[in-house]
């Protein structure tokens, strides 16, 4: 017996020990410099755009960027390590200035980097809007973890995005609203803090996770309990939909600080704060389909009177919501996306098909599925080498990837 | 988990198990497997073991405790001048692992040695839960080991490195070399045999291995770019 107990001890002794990872997220634009600068104008930005040689420096990026602004920040997206670059600017007489930060989607590694363009080297021309400039000169420097920014980077532009890519209608889809409490982004999964960032990494779409309180309140929440993966330590635990919205709202905090969002919350913000596009609502249980179902027209409805370009596809996951889905009245002329079988998507006039990417490209399939006006969504893929191979030889209409930098990044080469 | 308290785990459980054992003198080179010692030409040995693993939270995205049982048999075949031939393979039934690869052993009083290296093969295949994949490797494990004989048990320490020579899988009609990192890592393992009944051995050891690529999970595509402390207890029948 003596035995056993020491023997068990010992195990879960070994098996308590957690991989804590320890990421330092770099402090940008501590003189608060920026604020002295001026906004670029629209037309301006677009100049900017489009694919660039790293011509000194290529040790952080590789050789070959995308630049590529987003609702409210200059992006720079490469092919080594999923590594990214988020930039805040403005001008200052005629020179271009950008503070932020890179990272490695793959792993934590992550510092500051500073770039500014200079009058003669493209900044003139960003300004005025030439939509000819092609002599675009980004000079930078950046640092590793917390050291300050003191290795040159340069980058190049090399070339505009294809037609292809500019006519296109490609989504890159972010999954739980932006990446994973893993990838240790600072802001949670599935929080509207990680939807504000959302499109930063590139994304065009969100996918989000839809469950219903006790009460009947639809909120965003990934997994069935109320666990430590997800949550900070508190007073309630179990599954999350045995409790009320005010309790879940009011007892429970999401990993980094944040406050569980109602499904209302999070379609308003997207329609009101952000230009996405698209969101994906996975439907994580039977019974918040017609609560998310009402909310969708809603949004929907307002989008429209809006002017507003966006869609929300109610996630049909399952058999179980297959089911009650085809049980709800007018179904037919509901906006959903269908992760299950080809006729599965016919049987419930899913606008869109999600297969698992772990079966391929499946061309003749997607192929189908445009023949019949619907779209063809891939889930979730983020092993870079296949992010490639799908953008480049499948036909999908999106992909949905904890790696929207890696997708953007494949995406705007092509 | 610190080196000390690693050290501390083995030395209770040594203590532990060995209240069980018999005050009679034991042939630990026809009946121990992990202990380094020396065979004798053309001597045999197998086990059949079973392993579980604490997996990553963040590749698993669960907090359950125990999960990826593996089965093995393993077989050491002695060979001339101190020279060990040893074969493997594990399986969670989606996924096996054979290995093969020589190592030399020294033994020195009640003290073993041995040298070696590995050559692994692994593949998994899953076609259920809306995947069509098939994934195949190729691993090296250069190992050391050192063991001592108390008189009714043994304690062995074996440590290797892993290195991820190819990998290929496949999804559907795609088909993609993967990109891992050469060296994956390296881990450290405690190995306590001793008598069950008569001269039947059993092994119970804990192992702690630092990686960033773990193979029984390779159908989770982890992408993340940093080693995992991954431990793993073992139960092993000396054949």
Redesign the interface.
Known sequence: M??II??CA??L???S???E?DITNPVVDPSNFLSETTPLPLDSKKVMEGVYNVTEGNNLLGDQVVVKWTRDRLSIFSGK??GYIILDGGSLDSVLFFLGYWR?A???ETGVVNFYISSGEGGKKILNGDTTATDIVFTGVYGNGKESANKTIKLQYKRPFSQAVRNGNFYILAHRGGG?N?DYLGVSENSIEMINIAERFGSTGIEIDARLSKDGVPFIYH?SDI???LTQKSLIWGNIEDFTWPQIRSLITLRNGEKIPKLLEVLSFVLHKTELRAVWLDTKDVDVLPAEIELQKAIMDTAMTMGRDLKIAVGIPADDILQAFLNYPGHENILSLC?LSIDNVRQANSEIWA????????NSEVQQMHTEGRMAFVWTL?????IE??IN?SEFDGILS??PTIVSYYHYIK | ?SKK??LR?VF??V???S??TMAQQLNFNENTFFFPHSYQYHQMISSLGLSTA?L????V???D??RAPLFSYRLKYGLPENFVAEGGVETNIVTWHISLGPKWNYELNRMGFSIGTDIAYWFGK?TQF????KFTGWMLYPNISAGYQFNNFTISLKSELVFNLAEKSI????N????LDFFNGWTIGAYLEQPLWKDHFVV?G?R?TYLKFYYPIWAA?S????T??I?E?TFTFIL
């Open positions: 003596k035995t020491i023997l010992s195990l002794l070994i098996y020990c957690n991989n990872v390590n999923g490695y793959t792993n934590t994973r893993s997994d666990n430590l993966r992760e297969p698992r990417w772990t079966q391929g490209t499946q983020d092993e870079p080498s296949y191979e799908f030889e904890n790696y | 988990m308290s690693i785990l209770l459980q203590f532990s198990v209240s069980f604490k990553p939270e963040d590749v995205e669960t907090d405790i125990i899953l809306g995947f069509d994949t999804n559907g009609t795609s993609v070399a993967n990109d119970i804990i702690s595509f992408t993340f770019d940093r995992y402390f431990p207890a």
